[in-house]
Structures are given as structure tokens and as C-alpha cells.
């Protein structure tokens, strides 16, 4: 999360792992409240099922793996969650940078977090290993690019009938200010997240289950998830924070622009308040698809 660091006048480093890594729990949790469940239930009967199918006495457990994992925070879930219960699982979290994993001392003993590039071919030893792979929030890598070398990279990782989960946010699709009262606007809520719409052409989000079927995966689907209504502010107090991040340091984004951008997000937040009560409904979506047997 390198990235995420930017230094202000006064020397203070701002966007500091922590913040990020505050950040992505608290919109772990954000998530599976929307969605709710961890792991899509046609997946967990998969893995269920395969449970009946094995015979009795068999060794291997199931491996599960999350790439670009961050602070490993839905592998610890879904680690203790009901979704497996009685299943034998190994969990494999996998991230360019170590920087938010907890230390190897605390890790549960069935998961294991390593370093790794989705962007390079994985190395020969997790080629086929995988029943599942998870993947979540990699919007800001891609941008406007395509999402194939991914898949690719997932497509190796798998072994012949398992699956892919990818959970995404879609600034396109399911992004949308909301208020009570329809004919109160939220001009400066409106115009934060629309910023985040125009960063980049986020169509291949949409995409993803037909480009899934493309390289070669079978069953593709992809649903949106609509968050409960009292959930709403925390997710749009949670994005304010994504545009306040990005508006100091998404690449390519001139420093006026920027500082146009975070003068407007008070204002937001000032819609955001009982007299407007405006909101942002963000749906994030959960696509799967299987790779063939
Ligand atoms: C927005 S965070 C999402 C973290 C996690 N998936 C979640 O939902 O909580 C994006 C993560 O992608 C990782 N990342 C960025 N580039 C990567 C790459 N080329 N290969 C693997 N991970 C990468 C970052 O280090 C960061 O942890």
C-alpha cells in the first residue's frame, strides 16, 4: 500500500497504511453485510458437496486462496466462519506488499500469507493448487486496463473445477446519491463521487462475466448487492475517505484538480447530515464462474 503515503506541507505523512488497513476492515465488514455471506453459497455447497464426495480417511484439505488479500481480513473471517463448518480448509493469502499482514506469530495455524504479483504468471508450485480463489477491491489496479492478465494468473491457479469469487465495487453501475426527498439535491455529495465515475473507464466491471466466458470459464454470473438503508452512511462516510485518498494521490491527477476535489467533500459531508440526510447506495457486486473440469 506504498501508495496510499503522501507527504503534506508540514512534513506530516498522510494516507498511512494504518489508515488504509483501518479502512479495508471496516469496509470488510460493510461488505458482507451487503452481501451477506463470505463465500457465494453456490461455492460453499460446491465445497460441501465435495466434502460427501471424498472418501473417508482422504488427507488433502481444501485450499482456498485470496489474492490481493491486503490485510487478510476475509480469510480471518471466513476462517471462523459457519460457511465451512466441518470442513477441512487451508487458506493462502497472497499480496504485493506485506505491509498490513499481521505477524506471522498471530496467524491462525490453518493460514498462511505470502507475497505475490497477480500481475506475473504464478510461480510453478501453486500452479492447479486451488479449489477456490478470492479476490476483492483491485478496481484502483486495473483502472482502465483490462482485467485478462488476472483472470489468467486465477485460471492458472485453480485446479479444474474450482472456482473464482470476485467481489467489486462498480462506479458505473451501482454508485448512486441517494435523498429521502427526491426533490432535495445533493449537488457537492453528487459531484465527490462523481469524480471517482470519471477517473476511469470502469465498463470492464460490467464485463467481467463475459470476459470470464471468453478465457475459458464456465458458469460466469454476476449479481449486485443491495446494502440495507441504515448502512447507507456508512458506506458514503467510508467512500468520502476513498475520494479524500485519491484526490491527494491517485496518479495521473493534477494538483488543482485534486484540491478542487477535497473542498467539495466537506460540503458532502455537510448533505450527509440530518437537514439532507443524502446518501451514497453502493451495491457491490459478486461475480463467480468455475473453471472447466
Ligand atoms: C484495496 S486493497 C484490497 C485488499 C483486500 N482485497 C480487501 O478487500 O480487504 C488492494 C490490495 O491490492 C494489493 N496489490 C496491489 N497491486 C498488487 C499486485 N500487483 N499483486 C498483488 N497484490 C497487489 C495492495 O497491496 C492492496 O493490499
Redesign the pocket.
Known sequence: ?TDLGVTNSDGYRLGRDYLAASR?NL??FLYKDAQGFLLHPVIQASLHHQKELRQAGSKDSLQIAD?????G??LFDLAKSPELRGLDVQYRG????TA?FPHNSWLPKNVVVST????EEPPQSLHGQFDVVHI???L??IRSGSPKPIIQHIKTLLKPGGYLQWDELDPFNHYDVLTPDSDTKAPNMTATFQKIKERANWSWIARLPNTLLEEGFQEAAQNPHEPASEMMKAWTYMDMLTAEELSLNWLGADYDDGKAWRQLIPKAYEEADQSIGAVLRLRPTVTIARKPL
Open positions: 500500500m479495508l469496509q470488510h489474492l490481493a488479500t491486503g490485510t481480513i476475509w497472497f499480496d504485493i506488499s498490513l505475490s504479483n497477480l500481475l476483492r477491491l483491485v484502483s489496479l
